[in-house]
């Protein structure tokens, strides 16, 4: 059977393919003659998208769906608050037995290359010996190195694909660079490299990296990355006997704060210039970013301007190219 992408799906059309389960959720019924009874709610994905889903009489038992299982579904796309397929049936399906490409999404550069050019510049641009062999305490850890480059940055905001977090630290390294650039005699760039290098490790152990969906472990929701990051920063300190304090400091504070502001996240907030500097590179790769992705999938058919996203809190105007 021919896969239906999600998000080709347009209202009232008949739906009979398969689909990852990002949320589950049962509901009891408000109507007093089905009292004691549930219906289940779903946000079902692919690579493509994902779209609203209910069920009236769902599966239970052993056949009860949970998130991160891949699914076949039939029904028809309603509208509640947008599109919204009511399923007829649901069924689970063997994950070994499905192609996964239609499901995780993976960064467009190539994994081996990227991790390559991050290892690159630890050998050629960081030159204060101790950040060095920091960096060099992490990345010649295969394990650690491994599951640093397949790590998704995000969950569904931003670089929120596999691999996504290899491409994502590229991306600061490079802003890093330039803001070190306009004020050579301020900003610190072997430690804002160093910053921009390991400011998101934690989120190795955020996310589970053999969930479809990215689910979050119980650490990442617990802890979160910036917490366990500094954890790992400390981990790897404890062998660098010699390691300045002065440094450790800092590089403490800049994961602390690389948020930028406490609502959303940071313990700190940015309080020296190599700090500041992180902030502002790690939220300029993360909001351009999801610009892209908002345009990628703008249908120009549509308009010049894109669906409304409720993580920008905008619309994105989308001139067409003239030819």
Not at 92 to 102: C, G, I, Q, T
Not at 114 to 124: H, N, P, S, T, Y
Not at 230 to 255: C, N, V, Y
């Amino acid at each position: 059977m021919k896969k239906q992408m999600i998000n080709n799906l347009r209202i009232g059309d008949e739906v009979e393919t398969q689909a990852l389960v990002l949320e589950a959720n049962l509901h009891a019924f408000a109507a007093p003659h089905r009292s004691g009874e549930y219906f289940l709610k779903l946000i079902l994905g692919d690579v493509s998208g994902r779209v609203k889903a209910v069920m009236w009489d769902p599966p239970t038992g052993e056949d009860a769906v949970r998130q991160d299982d891949i699914v076949f579904v039939r029904g028809t796309v309603g509208e509640y608050h947008g599109p919204q397929v009511v399923v007829s049936d649901l069924r689970k399906l063997d994950p070994l037995k499905v192609n996964r490409s239609f499901f995780q999404p993976v960064s467009e550069r190539d994994k081996d290359q990227m991790i390559a050019e991050l290892k690159e510049v630890i050998q050629k641009e960081i030159s204060d010996p101790h950040l060095k062999a920091l960096l060099h305490r992490f990345f010649s850890d295969e394990e650690f190195a491994d599951r640093f480059a397949l790590a998704p940055a995000a969950r569904t905001i931003h670089h929120n694909y596999v691999s996504g977090l290899l491409e994502h630290t590229l991306e600061v390294i490079a802003l890093c660079r330039n803001q070190a650039a306009l004020y050579p005699q301020k900003i610190n760039l072997d430690l804002l490299l160093t910053g921009a290098i390991l400011h998101d490790i934690g989120k190795i152990e955020e996310y589970h990296q053999e969930s479809l969906s990215f689910d979050f472990t119980d650490r990442g929701k617990l802890i979160g990355h910036i917490s366990i990051g500094k954890e790992m920063l400390g981990q790897r300190l404890e062998g660098l006997s010699d390691f300045p304090q002065a440094l450790r400091l800092e590089l403490d504070h800049m994961i602390l704060s690389h948020h930028g502001v406490r609502d959303w996240g940071s313990p700190e907030v940015p309080k020296t210039i190599n700090a500041f500097a992180l902030f502002h590179a790690d939220m300029l790769s993360a909001r351009l970013n999801q610009f892209t992705i908002i345009m990628d999938k703008h249908v120009p058919s549509s308009g010049d301007w894109t669906e409304w996203d409720r993580f920008l809190e905008r619309s994105i105007y989308v001139p067409p190219i003239e030819s």
